[in-house]
C-alpha cells in the first residue's frame, strides 16, 4: 500500500481538491482500465497473495497477476480505471480490491476478472443514512455529533475521498477503511455493505490508513499517532493509547503475538499488551516507513519510501537493513509460498529471495 505517498499527499490533496474534480473523474468510475504492455512495471500500490497467485494493484485501475512466481505477468479485467490503493484475499478465489473514489471491487476467480461492488457515490449515501438513523435514535455514540453534517458535506463535494485499506476476514466478509474515518462492511460477500464509521470512536475523523488482524484482535492505524484496537471481531473500534502524535501508515503482527506499528520519519512503536503501552524502536531510517509483512519464518520486514527493506529476527526490536533493492518508492509486502517476498512500488514489481530474510542480525 502506498501509505507513505497517502500521508504526504492525501490530506492535503482532499482539503484542496476542487467539488470539479469529482464531477470531472467520475469518468474513472465508469471507463475501464486501460491495457497496459508491461503491469509489472507500472505503479503499483498494493499486493496479495490468491493461493499461489500473486495478485497486485494500482495506478489507473491496474490490476496485474502471476502464475510463476513473478516470472510473467497478465492483466486483469477491470471495470474502472480509478487508482487502486490494496487488495486482500479471503482464500484463494474470494478477494476484495479498494481504491480511489470509494471504489470497492471483487473477485470470485483468484484476481483475473473483478466486478465494482460499490463506489463513493454509494458510500456517502450509506454514511449519511447512518448518521441519520443514529442520530433518530439519540445514539450515545461519541462520533455522532458532527456525523450528519459531516455526510452531507460529503454527498454535496461528491466521491472524491479514497479508501486506503482492506481486511478480507472471510469470503463472505470484509471491512474497508479509508479518508476522513470512511468505514464500511460487509456480511455477504459485498451483495450489501453497510456504513460503521460511528463504531470508529473518533470524533474528527482522521484519515484511516490501514487495517490489520492480529491475534485475536483487529487494528486500526490512523493520522496523529491514532490507534483502534476492536476485540468483537470489528463491531467496535475505541481507541488505545496513542504512541505518537505522528501519522501511523500501518499495523504489524510480530511472531510473539505483540502489535508493531509504523509510519512517518521512521516512526515505529511495539505493544506488548494490545496498545495500553507502546515501546519506540529505532529501525535505522527517517524515511515513511510504508508497509510491514511478518514472514512465515517469524521475521518482521519493513519497506520506506525510499527504497529500504529492514528486517528484523527478535519480534521487532532490532532491526538490519537489507542493500538497497531499487531506488524507488516501495509500497506494499507479500510472501509467495515458496517463501520468497513480492515488493511493490513505484516502479513496479521486485521478488526478494527468502535468503535475504534468514541471515542473523
Known amino acids: 500500500m502506498l501509505e507513505a505517498m497517502r500521508g504526504a499527499l492525501v490530506v492535503l490533496f482532499l482539503m484542496i481538491a476542487p467539488m470539479a474534480w469529482a464531477q470531472t473523474n467520475i469518468m474513472d468510475l465508469t471507463l475501464p482500465a486501460i491495457h497496459v504492455s508491461a503491469p509489472a512495471h507500472d505503479f503499483l500500490d498494493g499486493v496479495a497473495m490468491a493461493g499461489d497467485r500473486i495478485v497486485v494493484v494500482g495506478e489507473h485501475g491496474l490490476i496485474a497477476y502471476s502464475d510463476d512466481d513473478g516470472r510473467t505477468w497478465r492483466q486483469a479485467a477491470v471495470p474502472v480505471s480509478v487508482l487502486l490503493t490494496d487488495v486482500a484475499f479471503a482464500n484463494a478465489q474470494d478477494g476484495w480490491a479498494v481504491g480511489h473514489m470509494g471504489v470497492i471491487l471483487h473477485t470470485s476467480d483468484g484476481g483475473m476478472t473483478w466486478q465494482k461492488q460499490i463506489d463513493g457515490r454509494n458510500v456517502d449515501a450509506l454514511s449519511l443514512a447512518a448518521a441519520q438513523a443514529a442520530q433518530a435514535a439519540n445514539s450515545a455514540l461519541p462520533t455522532v455529533e458532527l456525523a450528519v453534517r459531516r455526510a452531507e458535506l460529503f454527498q454535496s463535494i461528491g466521491p472524491d475521498r479514497p479508501f486506503l485499506a482492506v481486511l478480507a476476514q472471510s469470503p463472505q466478509q470484509a471491512i474497508v477503511v479509508g479518508a476522513y474515518r470512511m468505514a464500511i462492511r460487509t456480511n455477504d460477500g459485498g451483495k450489501n455493505w453497510s456504513d460503521i464509521s460511528l ?55 510480530t511472531a510473539d503475538g505483540s502489535v508493531f506499528a509504523y509510519g512517518v520519519a521512521g516512526a515505529a512503536y ?39 527493506v529492514y528486517i528484523s529476527n527478535d519480534n521487532g526490536l532490532t532491526f538490519r537493513s537489507l542493500p538497497e533493492v531499487m531506488p524507488m518508492l516501495l509500497t506494499a509486502l507479500a510472501q509467495m509460498p515458496n517463501g520468497d517476498v513480492v515488493v511493490t512500488g513505484s516502479s513496479g ?7 535475504d ?5
Open 349 to 355: 514489481v521486485k521478488i526478494l529471495s527468502k535468503s
Open 199 to 253: 463504531d470508529v470512536l473518533d470524533r474528527l475523523s482522521h484519515n484511516l490508513y490501514d487495517i490489520s488482524s492480529v491475534a485475536s484482535g483487529i487494528y486500526v492505524s490512523a493520522e496523529t499517532g491514532i490507534v483502534f484496537y476492536s476485540t468483537d471481531g470489528g463491531a467496535t473500534f475505541p481507541q488505545v493509547t496513542a504512541p505518537t502524535d505522528a501519522t501511523l501508515f500501518g499495523i504489524a503482527p
Open 357 to 361: 530474510f534468514t541471515k542473523t542480525q
Open 270 to 308: 511495539l505493544s506488548h499488551d494490545h496498545g495500553a503501552t507502546w515501546q519506540s524502536i529505532n529501525v535505522g531510517t527517517t524515511s515513511n516507513i510504508t508497509s510491514g509483512l511478518l514472514l512465515k519464518s517469524g521475521a518482521l520486514v519493513l519497506v520506506s519510501e525510499t527504497g529500504g
